[in-house]
């Protein structure tokens, strides 16, 4: 919990500056101040934004951001919150022994914890390349090829996972928690 009874959220939004929408950060952040959070910071142009906010519901903050950038926005962009304590936690967890970076390494942030039976299809994806773990909301997906060139693709994952996510390299996600972590 940060100063004045605040949380410090990072929240990261789906569908943002890829596919045709463009949207600069300025704008973003404009969003998340008119909602009333406080100190509202980017981070790169991807859709990511550390803020403070007094609601101690994640789940209802991230409806409420996903309807307030539908309304301004003009198309539905989810957003997965977690809290600076989260992010730190996300940020050092090493789910491949020995393995610190990569061509791909990125975290995959969800909604809501996989079922024994997602989780078991995701794992299907796995490959001599490709590298899955899944820990609460989140998944980490270490591959030998480059994102650009994967060996399936967000699309397919999303079908796989029955939800939609939004993906981060861990790079940028230790970044953050370097900057804003507990």
Not at 132 to 148: A, K, L, M, P, T
Request: charged share 25%; proline share 2%.
């Amino acid at each position: 919990m940060s100063k004045a009874g605040l949380t410090r959220y990072a929240a990261f939004m789906r569908a943002l500056n890829v596919g045709g929408h463009v949207v600069k950060m300025d704008l973003l952040k404009s969003i998340f101040v008119k909602l009333g959070h406080k100190n509202v910071e980017s981070f790169i142009a991807s859709g990511n934004i550390v803020f403070e906010s007094s609601s101690r519901s994640g789940a209802a903050l991230e409806k409420k951001i996903s309807e307030a950038l539908k309304s301004a926005l003009g198309y539905e962009v989810a957003s997965f919150l977690r809290t600076a304590a989260e992010l730190s936690e996300i940020a050092a967890y090493t789910p491949f022994k020995g393995i610190d970076d990569g061509p791909t390494y990125v975290v995959g942030f969800l909604a809501a914890p996989l079922d024994a039976a997602t989780t078991k299809k995701l794992m299907a994806l796995r490959s001599k390349a490709d590298r899955i773990h899944v820990c609460g909301r989140e998944f980490w997906w270490y591959s030998d090829n480059r994102q650009s060139e994967p060996t399936f693709t967000t699309a397919v994952m999303e079908r796989t996972l029955g939800q939609r996510t939004t993906l981060r390299n861990l790079r940028t996600v230790r970044k953050m928690a370097a900057k804003w972590g507990s």
